[in-house]
């Protein structure tokens, strides 16, 4: 089965910095791979699919990179609304799987 | 608009059984694979099961397989999990999800809100 880690597991930005979150797969997983945004209480929204294509109505300052093994999610300018919690999860094969999550809190 | 509502969670005694039940609206839900992820508390997603649009294709978590079953009823706009032999493990917040396509190509771009499962004597 495929392991996702994702670095770091928690980190500390203000708004209008620019926030990087890393997934390392242990299989390749070529670009299937998106990006799942949580907030508390609610249920992940789709940010990223297939590595790097931003999903309908998601803020253009998210953007994804990587294929293979490695992943990044990228926050240009970090906004109230995105102190969240991030999953990557891969979609190659079965049985899927989810990182354990970046959570992303204010300074 | 596109929703996706779980219903049936609730306590249960370890080794019992609970089904859940997740009521589609405003979407083809016959067109559509399904899928439930769970969260237990304070914790990540953790992937469950995966249906086809016509039912045909089934895949488990390793962690549920021969305990959990994953069904639907395309005339209802229904998906449900069967989840027998309950243990305190699986206490979380079950989620059913919209896969992209038919077959289970992923990722989920709908979500329910959740229901939630507490397994405890």
């Known amino acids: 089965d495929i392991q996702m880690t994702q670095s770091p597991s928690t980190l500390s930005a203000s708004v209008g910095d620019r926030v990087t979150i890393t997934c390392r797969a242990s299989?390749?997983?070529?670009?299937?791979l998106a990006w799942y945004q949580q907030t508390p209480g609610k249920a992940p929204k789709v940010l990223i699919y297939?590595?790097?294509s931003l999903q309908n109505g998601v803020p253009s300052r998210f953007s994804g990179s990587g294929s293979g093994t490695e992943f990044t999610l990228t926050i240009s300018s970090l906004q109230p609304d995105d102190f969240a919690t991030y999953y990557c999860?891969?979609?190659?094969?079965?049985?899927?799987?989810f990182g354990q999550g970046t959570k992303v809190e204010i300074k | 608009q596109v929703q996706l509502v779980e219903s049936g969670g609730g306590v249960v005694q370890p080794g019992g059984s609970l089904r859940l039940s997740c009521a589609a609206s405003?979407?083809?839900?016959?067109?559509?694979?399904m899928h439930w992820v769970r969260q237990a508390p304070g914790r990540g997603l953790e992937w469950m099961a995966v249906?086809?649009?016509?039912?045909?294709?089934?895949y488990y978590a390793e962690s549920v397989e021969g305990r959990f079953t994953i069904s639907r009823d395309n005339s209802k706009n229904t998906l449900y999990l069967q989840m027998n032999s309950l243990r305190p493990e699986d206490t979380a917040v079950y989620y059913c999800?919209?896969?992209?396509?038919?077959?289970?190509?992923?990722?989920?771009?709908?979500w329910g809100q959740g229901t939630t499962v507490t397994v405890s004597s």
């Open positions: 999800g919209r896969d992209w396509g038919k077959h289970g190509s992923g990722p989920l771009d709908v």
């Open positions: 405003e979407f083809s839900f016959s067109t559509y694979a």
């Open positions: 249906i086809s649009f016509q039912g045909t294709n089934k």
């Open positions: 299989q390749r997983v070529g670009d299937w």
């Open positions: 297939k590595a790097s």
């Open positions: 999860q891969q979609y190659n094969s079965y049985p899927w799987a």
